[in-house]
């Protein structure tokens, strides 16, 4: 599979049209690091591989369980084939555990177990900041067509969380939050797109609560790659 053009930059991957299949793309997982919408940035070096190598496990794990993502294959350490989609211009945020955004914007307690899974909406545009949005909301953006593509999205989100949470409590950590993002095939299917690492989750140790994921970098608690070392490791393990 080779490269062709430069397609998309992001501020975690560069995506490249593939020279043999139009229907294919190729996902390059940059080293960049970058927080509160890039205005936090730092290179840090291998960080680009070890997402590629969680997401692609977990990736494979939620494809085992049934759901459809973008994933063909994992080429070398920092690239992986994937279907070509459009993207549904929504992060959709799944939360078990309330910390981030919830606890500033609703003043819940750090930590507060939700009595329910609790899923969000944010528009992804960095120019406004991914605002959260309604239901309404995301339908007056034209970011889905009907409320039965917004049912589609919540109810993925469900069931992929319910998959790794109980993946991850077996590897004695947290799943407290995530991010996922959707896309359409041209047959208009809606799969999982993008990436889940420790750049799009939080996961906190079951014993002693520490912080392995990007919030090591947001917070400068420092070891970032060390953190996501370890997620990699128990993924494995
Ligand atoms: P938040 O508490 O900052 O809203 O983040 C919720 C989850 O979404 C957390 O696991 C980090 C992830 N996330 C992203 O992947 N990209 C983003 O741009 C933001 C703001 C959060
Ligand atoms: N993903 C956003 C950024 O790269 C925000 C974040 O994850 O904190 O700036």
Same mark, same amino acid.
């Given at each position: 599979m080779t490269k062709d053009k430069l397609i998309y930059e992001g501020k975690a991957k560069k995506m490249w049209s593939v020279k043999e299949d139009d229907d294919l793309l190729i996902a390059e997982f940059k080293d960049s690091l970058t927080?509160?919408?890039?205005?936090?940035?730092?290179?840090? $070096? !291998?960080? !680009?591989? %070890?997402?590629?190598?969680? $997401?692609?496990?977990?990736?494979?794990?939620?494809?085992?369980? !049934?759901?459809?993502?973008?994933? =063909?294959?994992?080429?070398?350490?920092?690239?992986?084939?994937?279907?070509k989609c459009k993207i549904i211009p929504l992060e959709v945020v799944v939360r078990n555990i309330a910390t981030g955004s919830l606890t500033k914007r609703l003043g819940i307690k750090d930590g507060t177990i939700l009595p329910f899974t609790l899923v969000e909406f944010c528009y992804k545009n960095d120019e406004l900041n991914d605002p959260i949005l309604n239901d309404d909301h995301c339908l007056l953006l034209d970011a889905v067509k009907t409320k039965d593509e917004l049912e589609v999205l919540k109810a993925e989100a469900k069931k992929i969380n319910k998959i790794l949470k109980d993946f991850f409590d077996?590897?004695? %950590?947290?799943?407290?939050?995530?991010?996922v993002e959707f896309g359409k095939t041209k047959d208009g299917e809606i799969i999982l797109a993008d990436e889940i690492s420790p750049d799009s989750c939080?996961?906190?140790?079951?014993?002693?609560?520490?912080?392995?994921?990007?919030?090591?970098?947001?917070?400068? %608690?420092?070891?970032?790659?060390?953190?996501?070392?370890? =997620?990699?490791?128990?993924? %494995? !393990?």
């Open positions: 927080a509160f919408n890039g205005v936090k940035k730092a290179e840090e $070096s !291998g960080k !680009g591989a %070890l997402n590629n190598k969680i $997401s692609t496990e977990i990736f494979k794990l939620l494809e085992k369980h !049934g759901i459809k993502t973008d994933l =063909v294959k994992k080429i070398d350490d920092t690239n992986q084939v994937v279907k077996k590897k004695d %950590l947290k799943l407290v939050d995530f991010k939080r996961f906190w140790d079951k014993n002693t609560n520490e912080k392995l994921d990007k919030d090591r970098f947001r917070q400068d %608690l420092g070891n970032v790659k060390v953190a996501y070392e370890e =997620v990699l490791r128990r993924i %494995l !393990g």
